[in-house]
C-alpha cells in the first residue's frame, strides 16, 4: 500500500515539473482589471477544492468560504474595500471566513494560506484575482452576516484578467538569505 503510494506520488511528479510549479508562481499577478464574463460553477469549484486541501495546524481546516455572485453585495463589498474599489467588476467574490474558536492561534495563519491556494489555482485557470487587505471588516462580517467567533481574513475578487501588469519586482536571494 505504502509502495503504491510513492509510485503514485512520483507519477505525479513527473506529469508536474518544479519549472511548472515555480512558473505558475513567479507569473500570478494581482489582477485589478476584469472582463465582464461569467466563471464557470466547474472553475469556482475547482478554487474551493484547492482550498480545501490546504494544510492547517493540527489538521484543524478552521475556514469556510462564501461565494458571492449578488451584485447588490459585491458592489457594496468594493465600497467596504480602502483599496479595492475595483472588486465592482467581477461576477464572483469568494470570502474567506476563519473561525476563531476552531483555531485561537492559527486561525490567520490557515486561512491565508488557504486564500493563497485559490490565488495559485485561479492563476492556473486563467482567472485573476487579488487579495483585499484593508477593509471595513466588521462592516463587510456584517454584510456576509458571519457569526461572532468568525473572523474575515480576506475577499477574493475573481474573474477574467483585461489586463495583466508587468511583473512586479521582488527582492534578490542574496539580500534575504543567511547561512548558519
Ligand atoms: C496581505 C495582503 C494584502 C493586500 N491588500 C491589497 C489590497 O487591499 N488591495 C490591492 O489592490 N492589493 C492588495 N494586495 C496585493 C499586493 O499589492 C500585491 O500582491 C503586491 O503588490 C505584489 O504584486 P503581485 O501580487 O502581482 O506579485 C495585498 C496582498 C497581500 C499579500
Known amino acids: 500500500m505504502i509502495r503504491n503510494d510513492s509510485r503514485r506520488r512520483v507519477k505525479i511528479m513527473k506529469e508536474m515539473t518544479p519549472e511548472d510549479v515555480l512558473k505558475l508562481m513567479k507569473e500570478r499577478r494581482s489582477i485589478r482589471a476584469f472582463k465582464d464574463e461569467m466563471i464557470s460553477d466547474e472553475a469556482v ?89 484593508s477593509m471595513n471588516r466588521e462592516k463587510a462580517a456584517e454584510l456576509l452576516q458571519l457569526s461572532a467567533p468568525e473572523y474575515l481574513t480576506t475577499i477574493l475578487p475573481l474573474g477574467y484578467p483585461k489586463t495583466i501588469p508587468n511583473p512586479t519586482p521582488r527582492k534578490e536571494l542574496k539580500d534575504l538569505v543567511s547561512s548558519l
Request: hydrophobic residues 45%.
Open 45 to 133: 469549484e475547482r478554487l474551493l477544492e484547492a482550498a480545501r486541501w490546504c494544510q492547517s495546524a493540527s489538521n484543524k481546516q478552521p475556514w469556510r468560504f462564501i461565494i458571492i455572485k449578488d451584485k447588490d453585495i459585491i458592489n457594496k463589498l468594493s465600497k467596504l474595500a480602502a483599496y479595492g474599489s475595483f472588486i465592482k467588476q467581477v461576477p464572483v467574490v469568494i470570502a474567506i471566513v476563519a473561525n476563531k474558536e476552531t483555531a485561537p492561534k492559527w486561525y490567520i495563519h490557515d486561512t491565508s494560506m488557504a486564500a493563497h491556494q485559490i490565488c495559485l489555482m485561479a492563476w492556473s485557470l486563467s482567472l485573476g484575482t487579488c487579495w483585499i487587505g
